[in-house]
């Protein structure tokens, strides 16, 4: 198990919804996540043996924000 971290860049959030709903779109993927709504962005942590970036970046995006970097 490798554990990373990474901090990603999402615009379209703008609430404490927006947040429990990146939050929660992780979890069932096996990631964790912690929103900053002011900085725009997700701090993820992440086993990369087991998931890919891109599987986080398609659950984040299937909530309907855009991951920028």
């Known amino acids: ?3 990373q971290q990474t901090t990603l860049k999402v615009s379209g959030m703008s609430c404490g919804h927006c947040v429990k709903a990146v939050e929660d779109a ?3 993927i096996g990631a964790q996540g912690k929103v900053s709504l ?3 962005r997700v701090d993820v942590t ?3 043996s087991r998931l890919s970036l891109q599987q986080i970046r398609e659950a984040i995006e299937e909530q309907g924000y855009d991951v920028t970097n």
């Open 1 to 3: 198990m490798t554990v």
């Open 38 to 40: 002011e900085q725009g």
């Open 26 to 28: 992780l979890r069932p």
């Open 46 to 48: 992440y086993d990369d």
